[in-house]
């Protein structure tokens, strides 16, 4: 019961204003807003990804080898990145039992936290480019 109280005390400290992530009173909005979060920080990664690969499709439309290898480097640290955001999070939730709900509300919150700020630097780097 510590670790609900625990965790429900710090991700409501971190909520985004979402209307489910207003006025939590319980665990179970504690998950819902995890899970909320988790989804709009996805979304907003891929929107990023998707961003960045038409930038790169768009710039380098004459070289298609320099494209090529851009695209590739790109996909290859994405999906590196996504297995580091996974095995890291699963670190965080390790002190939650692996049974209840606010254990996946934890690896939620930290997968929502990496995501959007990985989004964040997908778009720094497509206005480098």
């Keep these: 019961m510590k670790h609900v109280i625990a965790v429900f005390l710090f991700y409501s400290a971190f909520s985004h204003g979402?209307?489910?992530?207003?006025?939590?009173?319980?665990s179970d909005q504690v998950y819902l807003c995890a899970e909320s979060k988790k989804s709009d920080a996805d979304k907003y990664l891929n929107k990023q990804y998707s961003e960045l690969l038409a930038k790169i499709n768009s710039d380098y439309m004459n070289d298609d080898a320099l494209k090529k290898e851009l695209v590739d480097n790109v996909k290859t640290s994405q999906r590196d990145w996504i297995k580091f955001r996974d095995s890291n999070c699963k670190l965080y939730s390790f002190p939650i039992d692996s049974n209840s709900p606010a254990h996946q509300a934890a690896?939620?919150?930290c997968v929502a936290r990496m995501s959007e700020s990985r989004g964040k630097e997908l778009a720094t780097f497509s206005n480098d480019i």
């Design 18 to 26: 979402a209307d489910v992530c207003n006025d939590i009173k319980n």
């Design 107 to 109: 690896i939620n919150e």
